[in-house]
């Protein structure tokens, strides 16, 4: 059975960005919506450990399907890794309209977006600059950013 996941903020729309996502809904084939899976908080530190817990939740929930508006490289290549195929909504939408849309299927890591901690990462010997391969953490101002959820 193919299960659909779709990143959610809290108007229930699709998340602008797969690593902003509050929530995920789940869905059947048919379009039943199934559940909600609630994410771990954004958090400064433990970005790494947080996006490797949501792979794990999707996996255990039997997710084999995520649409997506935006999504980072490594992010889209741990997700075709472990087997998911991940398409692209061409606009924020509600989850149920994204259902029977045309999307685009993701099929390479490059085709994600390229993040400010994988621009800075890459100018020190591509280290992770969120601390989770052991690379300190640098400060890094944060102007005209903002999260969601706080």
Known sequence: MTITAIPLLNDGSLSGHFARALRFALYSPQGEHLSDLALPPLSDEGHCQRNHAVLLQ????????VVVRRI????LGKLLAAGLRVYQANRRAMPEALL?????????AEQGSVGANQRTSK??????SGGCCGHAKRAQPKIGMTRFGR
Do not use: D, I, P, W
Request: aromatic share 0%; charged share 20%; with cysteine.
């Open 58 to 65: 999707l996996k255990q929930q039997g997710v084999n399907r």
């Open 72 to 75: 980072g490289q490594k992010m």
């Open 100 to 108: 029977n849309a045309e999307l685009t299927e993701l099929t390479s």
């Open 123 to 128: 100018s020190h010997g591509g280290h992770c």
